[in-house]
């Protein structure tokens, strides 16, 4: 049985195209605020550097937080206009980041993705567990964390549109899977129990017919 679709705006179909949509997590305030504050402090340093006759290590200083501001400045537009999509195709999986026209993408060939479902979002590591959903890809000898902003059925359902695009089996329910390997496990376990028994009465059967 498939995945029941939910009521998504982030799939898009064209031609032989599936789009998904993903979008920043919103942290406008916090990075405008903390821009402000970076921005204000830059200011007040200026007086300083000015009375500094030739490039010191004030200048320097300043340089480096000027910098510093930047990188604020480029995560607050990404915040704001920044998305990400992944476009799939039977042959390949384009994840393209975007900020406006400016464009950044990472191909994967369809073949090599052995598998594609849905997982929590990543928490960094002074970060509280992520709620959110995105895409898991099992890619080559990689692991590769696809979006955001999700909840789990609707990424189920995004993971089983993806895998059907690129010709993937459909995957089994977790339950089913977790009831196949304890099957596994019970079938292994048994093997290793009858093994030496079986060597043995083997040894003993061979043992009597060299004596008769």
Request: glycine share 8%; aromatic share 10%.
């Amino acid at each position: 049985m498939g995945v029941a679709s939910p009521t998504s705006s982030r799939v898009e179909e064209r031609d032989d195209q599936l789009v998904v949509y993903f979008r920043p997590r919103r942290k406008v305030v916090f990075l405008g605020i903390f821009l402000i504050i970076w921005t204000s402090i830059g200011l007040g340093m200026l007086p300083d550097i000015t009375r500094d006759e030739g490039p010191g290590p004030s200048l320097i200083f300043w340089f480096g937080w000027a910098l510093g501001g930047c990188a604020v400045i480029f995560a607050l537009a990404w915040e704001l206009f920044g998305r990400t999509m992944l476009v799939i195709t039977r042959d390949r999986l384009d994840l393209q980041r975007n900020i406006g026209p400016f464009v950044r993408t990472n191909r994967h060939a369809a073949a090599l993705v052995r598998d594609v479902r849905a997982a929590r979002v990543p928490s960094g590591e002074d970060e509280p567990k992520r709620k959110d959903f995105g895409l898991e890809l099992s890619y080559d000898a990689d692991t590769v964390h696809v979006g955001e902003g999700m909840d789990e059925r609707e990424a189920d359902w995004v993971a089983e549109l993806v895998r059907s695009r690129i010709g993937l089996k459909r995957r089994p329910p977790e339950e089913t899977a977790d009831a196949q390997a304890t099957v596994d496990r019970n079938w292994q376990w048994l093997v290793r129990s009858a093994a030496f028994p079986l060597l043995v009465i083997a040894a003993l059967v061979w043992i009597a017919l060299q004596s008769h």
